[in-house]
């Protein structure tokens, strides 16, 4: 969803009889642009949820295909949720079949030093063997039987 539609349909939402609006997030946009951010502040029914998805670059380019630069853009967003008051928390893809504990434990670290509310706060996924998620993990050269 492009910037002006997503703050358009917020205006809707605030209008609206629905107390919540969860906006699923990776972070890139709101890492690389922190006006993003302070655009979305003034409404007072978002919650946002960024996503990890892993915690080296090196997960990040072998689990999404990202460049290894986008790592720190996640972790940027969330600071810059901070700075602008927003309601939000932290989940990340750390299910050990996908993650190294290695990378968990590099993960959390990283967390804690945003600040360390984010990892007593962490929504842990798993991973849910979908026909989509399997086929895109073939794509990126992982060998989904090894896993699952």
Same mark, same amino acid.
């Given at each position: 969803? =492009? ?7 917020? =205006?809707? *939402?605030?209008?609206?009889? &629905? +107390?919540?609006? /969860?906006?699923?997030?990776?972070? *890139?946009?709101? =890492?690389?642009?922190?006006?993003? @951010?302070?655009?979305?502040? +003034? ?5 946002? #949820? @960024? $996503?990890?998805?892993?915690?080296? +670059?090196? !997960?990040?380019? $072998?689990?999404? !295909?990202?460049? +290894?630069? $986008? ?7 969330? #600071?810059?949720?901070?700075? &602008? ?8 893809? $750390?299910?050990?079949? *996908? ?5 968990? #434990? ?12 984010? *990892? ?20 990126? =050269? /992982?060998?989904?039987?090894? /896993?699952?």
């Amino acid at each position: 969803m =492009g910037r002006q539609h997503l703050l358009g349909l917020l =205006g809707e *939402v605030e209008e609206s009889e &629905f +107390p919540l609006f /969860i906006l699923e997030t990776n972070g *890139v946009l709101f =890492g690389h642009d922190k006006e993003y @951010v302070r655009s979305i502040a +003034p409404y007072s029914k978002v919650h946002v #949820r @960024v $996503s990890l998805k892993a915690g080296t +670059p090196e !997960g990040l380019t $072998s689990r999404t !295909g990202a460049v +290894p630069e $986008s790592f720190e853009l996640p972790y940027q967003a969330i #600071r810059n949720l901070i700075e &602008f008051g927003l309601s939000f928390h932290v989940a990340c893809m $750390s299910d050990p079949r *996908v993650m190294p504990p290695d990378e968990r #434990r590099s993960l959390l670290k990283k967390l804690n030093e945003v600040d360390t509310k984010l *990892v007593r706060d962490l929504e842990e996924e798993a991973v849910e063997p979908y026909r989509t998620t399997l086929a895109r993990m073939e794509a990126y =050269g /992982i060998d989904p039987r090894k /896993i699952f």
